[in-house]
């Protein structure tokens, strides 16, 4: 336990970030966003903000899940952690 450090006082620098790898997962398997939405059944304006990654604090798993539903993947194949 003592390996673990709280993240109270720690900035966004020390603790990293989650990355949203939509754009590469689509782009991969030549599928558009388009065609994402149709098959989801998701607002095209919800999944252009995951493919872009612009500004995505918290995701939804229920999208996430569809979405490894449609595209057969993995949720590590959509999600990354990055240290920084």
Same mark, same amino acid.
């Given at each position: 336990?003592?390996?673990?450090?709280?993240?109270?006082? /720690?900035?966004?620098?020390?603790?990293?970030?989650?990355?949203?790898? !939509?754009?590469?997962? !689509?782009? &991969?398997?030549?599928?558009?966003?388009?065609?994402?939405? /149709?098959?989801?059944?998701?607002?095209?304006?919800?999944?252009?903000?995951?493919?872009? &990654?612009?500004?995505?604090?918290?995701?939804?798993?229920? !999208?996430?899940?569809?979405?490894?539903?449609?595209?057969?993947?993995?949720?590590?194949? !959509?999600?990354?952690?990055?240290?920084?």
């Amino acid at each position: 336990m003592e390996d673990y450090q709280g993240i109270v006082k /720690t900035y966004v620098q020390e603790y990293g970030r989650i990355r949203v790898l !939509l754009r590469e997962a !689509l782009d &991969s398997r030549g599928m558009t966003r388009n065609r994402l939405c /149709t098959l989801t059944g998701v607002k095209y304006d919800v999944i252009d903000r995951y493919y872009r &990654s612009d500004s995505v604090r918290m995701v939804d798993l229920d !999208l996430f899940a569809k979405i490894c539903c449609v595209l057969h993947c993995e949720i590590d194949e !959509l999600l990354r952690y990055e240290k920084d």
